[in-house]
Structure formats: structure tokens, C-alpha cells
């Protein structure tokens, strides 16, 4: 994916709007006026998150006589998400390294609980 397309991917996603507007559109196609119903905002207001939406390759509008269904695009989705996954990765090794790192210290910290119950004569106390 090129930097342009995933940097247009993840402004799109940055409003809750938009993201609600996705989340509408995975569950089938609509048009401006189904899209804006749950929404406090005009239909214009609306078009102009779908325009964005557009421009990142999110939304794309068909012709059915006279509506205009919207229908999600998920090709970005899925390259954003490809983009993530290395980071993704890096995270699950640094967990496990801080697992390990973890184990090490109460390791560390059961031999010397176990030092001080002993006695310096090697009895228990």
C-alpha cells in the first residue's frame, strides 16, 4: 500500500463518525439518507465524511435508478491491517521478553526468601 492511500486510510479512521459509517456499510450497502438516520447531522454533513471516506478507497457510491448506495471497500482495511501486524508482532515479542525477564526476577526472589528462612547453622526457622 502506498504511504498515500494508508495515510488517507488512517485520517478517514481517526473520526468516530466515519468509523461508525464503515461500521453501517459492513452490514450492506445504504444510501446518504440511511447513513445520516442515526446522526445529529445534515445529509450534507454526512456526504462530506463519505467524500472522505471515498478519497481514502473506504466507500464507494454505485447507481441503482435513482439511489445512490454507498458500499464499504475493505481493501484498505485489510492493508492497514497488514501495516499493523509488524507492530503487532514487535509488541508480542516484547511481552514475551518481559515474560521472561518476569520469571527471571521471581526466580531471583524466591531463592532469597528461601536464604532468609535459613539459618546460618542450615536449619530451617
Known amino acids: 500500500m502506498g504511504t498515500e492511500l494508508l495515510d488517507a486510510t488512517f485520517a478517514a479512521l481517526a473520526d468516530p463518525t466515519r468509523r461508525a459509517i464503515l461500521a ?53 482495511l485489510r492493508e492497514a491491517t497488514a501495516w499493523l501486524a509488524d507492530f503487532r508482532d514487535y509488541w508480542a515479542e516484547s511481552y514475551q521478553r518481559l515474560d521472561a525477564l518476569l520469571d527471571e526476577l521471581k526466580a531471583v526472589d524466591r531463592t532469597d526468601a528461601e536464604r532468609r528462612r535459613t539459618r546460618p547453622d542450615g536449619t530451617r526457622g
Open 24 to 76: 453501517r456499510l459492513a452490514g450492506g450497502e445504504a444510501t446518504v439518507t440511511e447513513l445520516a438516520e442515526p446522526f445529529a447531522m445534515s445529509q450534507p454533513a454526512i456526504s462530506k465524511h463519505l467524500k472522505v471516506l471515498e478519497r481514502a478507497g473506504l466507500v464507494s457510491r454505485g447507481r441503482d435508478a435513482q439511489r445512490r448506495p454507498c458500499r464499504l471497500e475493505a481493501r484498505p
